[in-house]
C-alpha cells in the first residue's frame, strides 16, 4: 500500500515560517495526483486546509500555502500563531483511485 | 448547509458485529461519494474504503479490504460502516468525509466520529 512520509514533528517561534513535507512516489504524487492538507486540533474532526495541492478553501487564512514538486509535497506556514499548534495530514491517492494519507505532524509552537 | 452526522459512541466485545452510519444533509446524497477513515487513538489518519450511493461502486484500501464492508441506502441518504467479527485492534474513532467532487478530490466535510471500543 502506498505510503505518504512525514516528519513526526516540527516546532517553531511564534511568527516564523515553518514547512511540513510528504514524501510519496511515483505511484501517488509523482504519478500527478493531487495533495490535500488538513489540520487537526485535539479531539476535533480533520478540517480542509489545502486542496489540490496549492488551494485554499474560504476561510483558511493566506498564512497556509502548498506546494509540490516531483514525488513530495509540502505545506508553508507563515506567520506561525499559537492557533496553529496541532496535527496536519497530508493526503493522496495511487494509481487504484485508493486515498492515502500522510503519517502526520504535529506543530507545535514554542 | 452540508452535514454529516454520524451514529454514537458503541461499546462491544471482541466476536460480535457491528454497524454504524453516516447520513447526509444539505445536498444530493447520491451525487458525491462517501469516504470513511480510521483513526486509532494517539495515531494518525487511516484511509478505509469509499463508497458511490448512486450505484454503489466501492473502494477498498488493500489494509481494510475483507475486514470490513462499505454500504450506503440512497432512499435514506446514509452510509455504513460494517464489521462481521470486531477484534480489539479495530478499537478506533472512524470519520466518515465527502470529497467536493470526484474519488480523487479531498475531504471538503467530515463527520463528528464515531467512537467504537472493542474490549471484553
Known amino acids: 500500500q502506498s505510503v505518504l512520509t512525514q516528519p513526526p514533528s516540527v516546532s517553531g517561534a511564534p511568527g516564523q515560517r515553518v514547512t511540513i513535507s510528504c514524501t510519496g512516489s511515483s505511484s501517488n504524487i509523482g504519478a500527478g495526483y493531487d495533495v490535500h492538507w488538513y489540520q487537526q486540533l485535539p479531539g476535533t474532526a480533520p478540517k480542509l486546509l489545502i486542496y489540490?495541492?496549492?488551494n485554499r478553501p474560504s476561510g483558511v487564512p493566506d498564512r497556509f500555502s502548498g506546494s509540490k514538486s516531483g514525488t513530495s509535497a509540502s505545506l508553508a506556514i507563515t506567520g506561525l500563531q499559537a492557533e496553529d499548534e496541532a496535527d496536519y495530514y497530508c493526503?493522496?491517492?495511487?494509481?487504484?483511485?485508493?486515498?492515502?494519507f500522510g503519517t502526520g505532524t504535529k506543530v507545535t509552537v514554542l | 448547509e452540508v452535514q454529516l452526522v454520524q451514529s454514537g459512541a458503541e461499546v462491544k466485545k471482541p466476536g460480535e458485529s457491528l454497524k454504524i452510519s453516516c447520513k447526509g444533509a444539505?445536498?444530493?446524497?447520491?451525487?458525491?461519494?462517501i469516504g470513511w477513515v480510521r483513526q486509532m487513538p494517539g495515531k494518525g489518519l487511516e484511509w478505509m474504503g469509499i463508497i458511490y450511493p448512486s450505484d454503489s461502486d466501492t473502494r477498498y484500501s488493500p489494509s481494510f479490504q475483507g475486514q470490513v464492508t462499505i454500504s450506503a441506502d440512497k432512499s435514506i441518504s446514509t452510509a455504513y460502516l460494517q464489521w462481521s467479527s470486531l477484534k480489539a485492534s479495530d478499537t478506533a474513532m472512524y470519520y466518515c468525509?465527502?470529497?467536493?467532487?470526484?474519488?480523487?478530490?479531498?475531504?471538503?466535510?467530515w463527520g463528528q466520529g464515531t467512537l467504537v471500543t472493542v474490549s471484553s
Open positions: 489540490d495541492t496549492i
Open positions: 444539505g445536498y444530493s446524497f447520491t451525487s458525491y461519494w
Open positions: 468525509a465527502r470529497p467536493q467532487a470526484g474519488v480523487t478530490s479531498s475531504f471538503d466535510y
Open positions: 493526503q493522496s491517492y495511487d494509481s487504484s483511485l485508493r486515498g492515502v
